[in-house]
């Protein structure tokens, strides 16, 4: 499916203006059905939805007849079997786990743990790199919906994106930023500009994967330079990817994406990241609400996840998905349904 965006998207890696997304459906015996999706990033994982659906077809031989209560199992093997394509993994991963939860009759998030039942986190609100006038009018609408925490992305040119966060920060007051430079400063550059913000009294929440994602020895410089908690984003993909910034004392925050990682995967790196003390937050690549409600599920059912940064369907100029969780404002409202809750429904409206 492609589903285009209000906004061309421009992060210092590159840009897109729509969302090549591809979905999975599974059904088990007896006729239950599962849906996922797999929303590669190729600026980012270098997976395109060609590549990823090529991924899914050679993985669909492996999956035929085996029992979806081994759901681990079978992502370890589809971990093994495609270790480059993680999307593609994800999409079966997600399916294959609302299948089953259809099948038990209960909501996803309560096989994922069911942690914190009531919890509606709020999720941040990206701003893309784009002209100044435009993004500060971005930035206002989404504050006047609620939104208090913004993302912005920099990393491009450290003048301009200086110039970008001061007017924002100017124009609504009360906001804190997320900053995600995608590995596009030097680390000399990052310390420069996340001090001179800082001096100018932007209030920085996090500072995301600042410099190029095996530099952790510049990612450990930047987090002692500045004192704002330093996430590790494209640094980490697996779990021995966690334990490598953990011990370089790279970050103070892990960014889990199941698009990086899998779902497991994520689980893997989270349970890495808490034993070392380090703080979780979530994210996703450009993933319809199919995919984000995978990953809301993850944060109310595992309840250590502390920062969420699930907003891409509200970039979308439509939302395929129909039923699912809900955003009130910043607020995602998880659904009471068994599995995901949703289905596909390439026509319905805006979000
Ligand atoms: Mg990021």
Redesign the pocket.
């Known amino acids: 499916m492609d589903i285009p965006l209000d906004d061309e998207f421009v992060i210092s890696r590159g840009r897109v203006d729509h969302v090549e997304s591809a979905f999975v459906r599974v059904r088990l015996e007896g006729g239950t059905e599962g849906i996922g999706e797999a929303a590669p990033f190729p600026a980012l994982t270098g997976e395109t939805r060609d590549d990823t659906t090529l991924a899914i077809l050679r993985l669909r031989e492996g999956l035929l007849d085996q029992s979806v209560l081994h759901s681990r199992r079978l992502a370890a093997w589809m971990a093994s079997a495609e270790p480059d394509y993680p999307a593609a993994r994800c999409g079966i991963e997600t399916a294959l786990l609302d299948a089953l939860t259809r099948a038990l009759g209960i909501p996803l998030w309560t096989w994922l743990g069911g942690a914190r039942p009531d919890l509606q986190p709020e999720t941040d609100i990206t701003l893309p790199i784009l002209p100044v006038a435009r993004t500060v009018e971005l930035a206002e609408q989404w504050y006047a919906r609620g939104f208090r925490r913004i993302k912005t992305k920099v990393g491009l040119d450290a003048d301009a994106d200086t110039e970008r966060v001061r007017r924002i920060a100017e124009a609504l007051g009360d906001v804190r930023f997320v900053l995600?430079a995608?590995q596009g400063f030097h680390p000399d550059v990052a310390i420069r500009f996340f001090r001179g913000l800082l001096q100018s009294g932007v209030r920085i929440e996090l500072i995301?994967?600042p410099v190029a994602r095996d530099d952790l020895l510049g990612m450990a410089a930047v987090r002692k330079a500045v004192d704002v908690p330093l996430?590790a984003?494209?640094s980490v993909t697996s779990p021995a990817e966690a334990v490598d910034v953990i011990r370089s004392g790279a970050a103070d925050v892990i960014?889990l994406k199941i698009m990086k990682s899998g779902v497991f995967g994520a689980l893997h790196i989270a349970a890495v990241a808490r034993a070392a003390g380090l703080r979780l937050m979530i994210?996703g690549m450009m993933e319809t609400r199919l995919a984000m409600g995978c990953s809301l599920a993850l944060v109310v059912g595992h309840g250590e996840i502390e920062f969420v940064?699930l907003d891409t369907p509200l970039l979308m100029a439509s939302d395929p998905v129909r039923g699912g969780f809900r955003y009130d404002g910043p607020r995602m409202v998880r659904c009471l349904e068994p599995g995901l809750g949703c289905e596909l429904a390439p026509e319905s409206p805006r979000p």
């Open positions: 995600d995608n995301e994967q996430v984003d494209e960014n994210g940064d």
